[in-house]
C-alpha cells in the first residue's frame, strides 16, 4: 500500500471524525449519523487486510477523547461492531447495498446499544428513544457512503 | 494486494487485546481517575480537530454578522445606547450598595468581598454524545483556565471546567449526571443542592423535607459553600414542586436559568484575590468594576 493511498484512507477517517463532532443544532444532533463507523466498515469490507478491530479501536479512542467521555467506551463499542464486519466480510461484500444497509443499521444499533450499557453501568444513564435514532439515518447514509467512497477507491487505486 | 495467507494474530485476539484495553482504561479513567492529567494532554492534542469542525459555523456566523443590514445595525445600536445608559446607571448605584456593604462588613468584621477577575471564552463544539453534557472552549492554560472553574453566562451560572488543555478546555455542564452545585433560595436563605439529570433542561433537589418552604418560582441562587462557585450566581428557577407525603422526601424540579442548549459565549471567573496571573487594579475605578479582559 503506497503512502499516498494511506493518506486518502485517512483523510476519509477523519472526515467522518469532523462530521461527528461538527456543531449541530440541539434538534437535528439527535439524528446525526455514525459517520465514524459507516467509514470504518466500508474500509473493513473492502480491505480486510488493512482495516480491522485495532484500527476501529484507536477510532474509537479518538472519538471517546473528542466526545469527553469515559475513555475506552466508544473504542470498545467500536471495535466489537467491526469486529462482526471483520469476520464475515466475504459474505456481506456480496450482499446488495440495501441488503447491506440493513446490516449496518443492525451493527449501529448494537454499538449504540454497547455504549448505552457501559454508561449506564457507570453513570446510571437512563434509556430514552432517541438514543437509537442515529441508527436510521446510518441506514439512510450506508448507499451513498458506500458509492462515495467506493468512488474514491477505484479512482485512487487504493488496495 | 490481498495476502492469501493471513498474518498477525488472529481477529479474535486482536479482539480480546482491545477489548481488555477498553476494560483497563475504563476502570483507570472512571474508578481511579488516574487520567487527569493525560487527559489535558490529549484535549490539546485533538484540539485542532475540534478547531477545524467548528469552522463553517464560524463562518456561517461571521457571513451572518456580515451581511447585515445598515438599518439593523443602527437599531441595535440605538438598543445598545440605550442598554449601556440603564446599566451605567445601575452600576453608579451599585457601587455605592458595595461601599455601604463593605463598611458594614467592616463593622461586623467579616471579610471584605474583592473583585473577581473574568474573561470570554466562545464555545468551540458541543458534544454530540447524549450521555455527558460538556462543551469545548477556546481557553485554555495559556489563558490561566484551570480545573473546577466556574463557568456562567449572562444569565446564570453554566458550569465548571472539567479538563485544561493549552488552547482549549472542557466545561461540564450543570445538567450533566454527574454535576451537582450547592445553591440557595434567593428569597428565605434554604440551603438545596442542584443536580443535574443528564436532560438539558431539568435539574433536581434531592432530600428536600416536606416542612421546607419552597414554591414554584423561586430563584436558587449558588450558596458558595463547595468553594467551586462564588456566592450569589442564579442557578435555576423552581418549575414544580410535588409534595407526595408517601415518599420520605419532597420532589423538585427546576430549569437552569442558563441557556444551556444555545450557549454561544460564556464568562469564566476566577476567584477574588487570584494569585494565577495577578491582582487586577480595578479597585481605584469604581464604575468599571467589572473588568473584562
Known amino acids: ?159 | 494486494m490481498n495476502p492469501i495467507f493471513k498474518h498477525g494474530p488472529s481477529p479474535q485476539h486482536r479482539l480480546v487485546l482491545v477489548l481488555l484495553c477498553s476494560a483497563a482504561l475504563i476502570f483507570f479513567d472512571h474508578k481511579m481517575n488516574s487520567f487527569e492529567p493525560a487527559r489535558g494532554f490529549l484535549q490539546s492534542l485533538v484540539s485542532p480537530l475540534q478547531y477545524l469542525a467548528t469552522a463553517p459555523k464560524q463562518m456561517m456566523n461571521w457571513a451572518a454578522e456580515n451581511i447585515i443590514t445598515r438599518r439593523q445595525l443602527l437599531d441595535d445600536n440605538q438598543q445598545y445606547k440605550i442598554n449601556e445608559l440603564v446599566f451605567h446607571e445601575q452600576a453608579l448605584q451599585l457601587d455605592i450598595v458595595q461601599r455601604e456593604n463593605n463598611r458594614l462588613r467592616a463593622l461586623l468584621a467579616s471579610p471584605l468581598r474583592g473583585d473577581a477577575r473574568k474573561m470570554v471564552a466562545e464555545i468551540l463544539s458541543v458534544d454530540s454524545d447524549p450521555y455527558t453534557h460538556q462543551v469545548v472552549i477556546n481557553r485554555g492554560a495559556n489563558d490561566g483556565v484551570y480545573e473546577g472553574q466556574a463557568v456562567i453566562d449572562d444569565a446564570g451560572i453554566v458550569g465548571q471546567i472539567l479538563h485544561v488543555g493549552t488552547t482549549s478546555s472542557r466545561v461540564l455542564l450543570i445538567t450533566d449526571i454527574t454535576h451537582a452545585v450547592p445553591a440557595r433560595i434567593r428569597r428565605n436563605g434554604l440551603r438545596l443542592i442542584a443536580s443535574g439529570g443528564g436532560v438539558i433542561d431539568r435539574l433536581t433537589h434531592n432530600y428536600v423535607p416536606h416542612s421546607s418552604d419552597i414554591r414554584t418560582g423561586d430563584l436558587l441562587v449558588t450558596s458558595g459553600l463547595g468553594n467551586k462557585f462564588p456566592e450569589g450566581y442564579p442557578v435555576a428557577k423552581v418549575m414544580a414542586v410535588i409534595q407526595d407525603e408517601s415518599r420520605a422526601f419532597s420532589q423538585i424540579k427546576s430549569q437552569p436559568v442558563a441557556k444551556i442548549d444555545r450557549l454561544r459565549y460564556v464568562l469564566l471567573l476566577w476567584p477574588e484575590q487570584s494569585n494565577l496571573q495577578g491582582l487586577n487594579e480595578s479597585k481605584k475605578l469604581p464604575a468599571n468594576k467589572a473588568k473584562i479582559k
Open chain 1, 1 to 159: 500500500m503506497s503512502i499516498a493511498s494511506r493518506l486518502i484512507m485517512f483523510s476519509t477517517l477523519l472526515v467522518a471524525l469532523l462530521a461527528s463532532i461538527m456543531p449541530l443544532p440541539l434538534s437535528v444532533d439527535a439524528f446525526r449519523p455514525d459517520w465514524v463507523l459507516v467509514v470504518l466498515f466500508y474500509w473493513c469490507l473492502a480491505l480486510p487486510s488493512r482495516v480491522n478491530v485495532i484500527s476501529a479501536w484507536v477510532m474509537g479512542f479518538i472519538l471517546d477523547v473528542l466526545l469527553g467521555s469515559t475513555l475506552g467506551v466508544h473504542a470498545g463499542a467500536m471495535a466489537i461492531s467491526v469486529y462482526i464486519v471483520a469476520g464475515n466480510f466475504q459474505k456481506i461484500r456480496n450482499f446488495s447495498v440495501w441488503q447491506q444497509a440493513l446490516i449496518v443499521g443492525v451493527l449501529s444499533a448494537l454499538y449504540h446499544l454497547i455504549v448505552f450499557w457501559l454508561q449506564r453501568f457507570l453513570t446510571d444513564a437512563v434509556f430514552l428513544p432517541s438514543y437509537l435514532y442515529p441508527v436510521f439515518t446510518t441506514i439512510i447514509l450506508w448507499p451513498w457512503a458506500f458509492l462515495l467512497l467506493r468512488k474514491i477507491r477505484r479512482n485512487f487505486r487504493i488496495t
